[in-house]
């Protein structure tokens, strides 16, 4: 019984806090007035004395180079990167896929990043392929000759010894095709070798030329630089390795053949008719680099004469157009004179009405002036030219260029 009375006896109530003494505007205030954690930071974290240290950037193989001295990895003599045949294979077998874009982009990205040295089998290889009709479609095979050219330039930039070309024949059968055969797709293509294999003689002229490439010029002369170019070792045909200074020992008989060859093909693409309208502009691209590889082919040769004999026939058969733009288009200093020379006549009072011919013989004398080019014996010719030459600053100017080209003549010879 006294157990039921417990439980119905409810619990005491738990007193109730006092209220605090604080009035309501107090509470308030404390309630508004901002946490120590929640006030804004009013420390400078630009200061340095409060910058977190920048931890070093790491970079594979190399330190990081920025500003002007960063540029593409490429082998050096010292690595040993030269693409082996197996890789070569893997290459050339993935331009037949269906998107052969992947492979070329890969042997770009190979020759910058320095992790291969392109071989002359590639470069043999990639030919080919252009050539093939079977092989790649047109359009791919430009893009080989693209990334071709790109190669080789970024191979030229290291210090490795290029050995490319390393043969002639190539080229003399692709002018030989272009120069006879019907403008089609396999004559395209072969306008491409033409052009790829003549920008790679006259860049690699250039360097020798310009220095960049050991070279004892007082020993050689001043046109030494061309006896150690690749299109000179190759024209001799000498498998030795040594390096003669020799003219005489150059096969003139295939520099012929070449200098033939493309006057045949300055022939087709302009006069013959046989060039199609959209065709024309390839064409007349690779009429422009064969006239690079004649300049070159003249510093070659030791029989001058028979090399200009060559150029007369083929400008014989040329139309007047055509003798103006091959006159104009000229860059040899040396070369220029010689031609015009021999077009405008070897006589004192030239009858030609070919002003171009006398412009040309003119400008070649005026570059030929301000470069110092003088490189070769014009004992033949050097009197003719100057004749011709007077007579265009004493005759009256037939055009507005032929007025410059005068003023600038007399300006050099006041000088």
């Known amino acids: 019984m006294h157990y039921e009375e417990a439980r119905r006896t409810p619990p005491p109530a738990k007193p109730r806090p006092k209220p605090s003494s604080a009035s309501i505007e107090d509470i308030l205030k404390e309630e508004a007035s901002p946490s120590p954690l929640k006030r804004p930071m009013t420390t400078d974290l630009t200061d340095a004395s409060y910058q977190t240290p920048e931890r070093a950037r790491k970079r594979r193989g190399s330190a990081l180079r920025t500003g002007s001295t960063l540029k593409p990895l490429t082998p050096t003599a010292d690595v040993k990167s030269s693409m082996n045949a197996s890789l070569v294979y893997d290459m050339v077998t993935s331009l037949s896929t269906n998107d052969p874009g992947v492979a070329i982009a890969t042997l770009r990205s190979m020759v910058v990043l320095g992790k291969e040295y392109p071989s002359n089998l590639l470069f043999d290889e990639l030919i080919d392929r ?8 047109y359009d791919d095979a430009v893009a080989i000759y693209s990334a071709l050219v790109f ?4 191979a030229s930039e290291c210090s490795c010894a290029l050995s490319f070309p390393h043969q002639w024949e190539p080229l003399a059968n692709a002018l030989q095709d272009v120069s006879v055969r019907t403008v089609d797709e396999v004559w395209r293509r072969n306008l491409l070798v033409v ?3 003549t920008y790679c003689f006259v860049q690699d002229a250039k360097l020798w030329r310009t220095g960049r490439r050991d070279v004892n010029s007082s020993a050689q002369g001043h046109d030494g630089w061309i006896f150690q170019s690749r299109l000179f070792q190759l ?4 498998e030795t390795g040594s390096k003669s200074k020799a003219k005489g020992k150059v096969r003139n008989n295939l520099i012929l053949q070449a200098i ?3 006057m045949q093909l300055w022939h087709k693409v302009f006069d013959s008719g046989e060039c199609p309208t959209k065709f024309r ?3 007349e691209d690779a009429c422009l680099s064969v006239l690079r590889l004649i300049e070159l082919l003249y510093r070659c040769s030791d029989q001058v004469q028979n090399i200009l004999q060559r150029i007369q026939a083929g ?3 040329f139309a007047p157009q055509t003798r103006a733009k091959f006159a104009h288009a000229l860059q040899s200093p040396e070369l220029k004179i010689r031609v015009a020379t021999y077009a405008i006549g070897l006589t004192n009072k030239s009858r030609s009405k070919e002003n171009e011919w006398l412009e040309s013989n003119a400008i070649g004398r005026v570059l030929q002036g301000m470069n110092n080019d003088g490189t070769a014996d014009l004992a033949t010719t050097d009197h003719y030219s100057w004749a011709h030459f007077d007579s265009l600053l004493s005759a009256p100017a037939a ?4 007025s410059l080209l005068q003023d600038i003549a007399r300006v050099q010879q006041s000088q």
């Open 130 to 137: 252009i050539q093939s009709t079977e092989a790649v479609a």
């Open 235 to 238: 024209l001799r045909g000498d």
């Open 281 to 283: 502009l390839e064409g």
């Open 151 to 154: 190669v080789f330039d970024k």
């Open 399 to 402: 055009n507005d260029f032929a």
């Open 195 to 197: 052009r790829f294999y």
């Open 260 to 262: 033939g060859c493309a």
């Open 315 to 317: 400008l014989a058969d």
